[in-house]
């Protein structure tokens, strides 16, 4: 259980995200890393309470390597969640942007 920590960090708004919503009607966002599925599932609808979530999916981003001269360092992982809505269903926050 996660305390009082916000559960959806952010939207991911990238060109294959938006497909997803086109046709499969899946959102995707950036969720903390020690969300669960269910945590997840529950936040939304708390968010979003017009809509109804079929299915959760996680993955765990890993961070990159980057490099600036001879110092190297690495991003942060981070965790993504796509979350399946019933047809028909929209979230507005993607609509309105």
């Known amino acids: 259980m996660i305390g009082r920590q916000e559960i959806l960090i952010r939207p991911l708004l990238t060109e294959k995200?938006?497909?997803?919503?086109?046709l499969q009607n899946k959102y995707a966002f950036e969720v903390h890393p020690k969300a669960s599925k269910i945590e997840i599932e529950k936040d939304i609808k708390k968010k979003f309470p017009k809509v109804t979530v079929l299915g959760v999916s996680t993955m765990v981003v890993?961070?990159?390597?980057r490099r600036v001269g001879r110092f190297s360092g690495k991003r942060k992982n981070w965790k993504k969640a796509i979350v399946t809505l019933k047809q028909g269903d929209k979230i507005e926050y993607f609509e309105g942007l």
């Not at 995200?17 to 086109?22: A, G, H, P, S, V």
């Not at 890993?62 to 390597?65: D, E, L, P, Q, S």
């Open 17 to 22: 995200n938006t497909k997803l919503q086109e």
């Open 62 to 65: 890993r961070g990159k390597i």
